[in-house]
C-alpha cells in the first residue's frame, strides 16, 4: 500500500518509523511518504495561512499549496487514490472503516491545521481522489497530524504481512462488534490477585465460554451502545443468559 501524508509538520509524523509499522517500511509492505506543505509555496515566508473570509478568529490554510501537493502526490494511475481529510467535523473513524481503508492501493491525509482548509480544496481534489473527511472523534486537536498518527496505524497493521500472527487479529475488540476479554499471564498469582482458574484448566471450551462472558460483560458495562448495535443472531443460548 502507497500512503501520502501532507503537513507543515511532517516532524510529527516520524513516529510512523518505529515498532511494526516502521518494520513494515522496511520490508517493503508499506511505502510511506511524508511531504512538507511548505515545500508547495512559493513566497519567501513560505506562506500556507490567510485570514478568513467573512471574518471571525483563526487562519485558514491557503488553497493554492494544498492543490500543488496534491497534484504531486496523486499518482498518473487509473485509481482515483483516497483522499482523507482529518477533521472533527467527518465522519468518525471505526474499526469497520480501518478494514476498509484497508484495501485501498493509495491513501492520501492532508493535514490541517489552524481553522483548516479553505473548502475549496475539498471540492477540486473531488475531480481526482475520492474524498473523506474523517475524525478521530468527538474532540478538537490543534491539527490532523495526531489522527494520521492513528488512522495509519489502525490501518497499517490490518494490511497482510504488517502483523506477524494474522490470528491476533480476529479476536481483537471491535472485531465482532464486542469488547475484548480480559488478558492475563505470569505470574498466575501477583499481589494476592489470581489469574481466573478457569484459564489454568487446559479446558479450551470452558476457556472460550468464560471468554465470550467476558466480553459480553464487559461491553455491557463499558460500551452499552455497542451491544444495541449487535447482529441478534451472532448470539446463541449461553450468550443471551449471559
Ligand atoms: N475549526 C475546525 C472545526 O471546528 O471543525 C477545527 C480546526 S482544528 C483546530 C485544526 C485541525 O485539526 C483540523 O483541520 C483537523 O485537521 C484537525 N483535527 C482537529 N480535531 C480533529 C478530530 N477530532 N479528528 C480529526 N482531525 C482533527
Known amino acids: 500500500m502507497r500512503i501520502d501524508v501532507v503537513s507543515i509538520f511532517p516532524e510529527y509524523l516520524a513516529a510512523l518509523e518505529l515498532s511494526l509499522i516502521g518494520k513494515a517500511r522496511q520490508e517493503g509492505l508499506l511505502d ?41 502526490v496523486a499518482g498518473d494511475g487509473d485509481e482515483r487514490p483516497v483522499l482523507i481529510v482529518p477533521s472533527p467535523a467527518g465522519a468518525v473513524f471505526t474499526q469497520a472503516m480501518a478494514y476498509e481503508l484497508a484495501e485501498e492501493k493509495q491513501l492520501v491525509f492532508a493535514c490541517g491545521r489552524y481553522e483548516g482548509i479553505d473548502e475549496r480544496v475539498l471540492e477540486w481534489a473531488g475531480e481526482r481522489f475520492d474524498v473523506r473527511p474523517v475524525s478521530l472523534g468527538d474532540y478538537v486537536l490543534n491539527g490532523g497530524e495526531v489522527a494520521v498518527l492513528a488512522m495509519v496505524e489502525a490501518v497499517g497493521r490490518l494490511v497482510p ?15 465482532d462488534g464486542l469488547l475484548e ?4 499471564t505470569k505470574p498466575s498469582a501477583w499481589r494476592e490477585r489470581a489469574v481466573p482458574e478457569v484459564l489454568l484448566s487446559g479446558n479450551h471450551g470452558k476457556i472460550a465460554r468464560f471468554r465470550r462472558d467476558e466480553q459480553l460483560q464487559r461491553t455491557a458495562a463499558r460500551r452499552p451502545d455497542l451491544l444495541e448495535k449487535l447482529d441478534a443472531s451472532t448470539l446463541d443460548k449461553a450468550d443471551r443468559a449471559t
Open 181 to 184: 476479554y480480559p488478558v492475563y
Open 32 to 72: 510511506l511518504a511524508v511531504h512538507d506543505l511548505r515545500d508547495f509555496t512559493t513566497d519567501r515566508h513560505r506562506t500556507v495561512d490567510d485570514t478568513p473570509y467573512g471574518g471571525g478568529a483563526g487562519m485558514v490554510m491557503k488553497p493554492e499549496p494544498w492543490a500543488q501537493a496534491l497534484d504531486a
Open 161 to 175: 504481512g504488517v502483523v506477524g500472527n494474522p490470528e491476533s487479529l480476529v479476536e481483537e475488540s471491535h472485531s
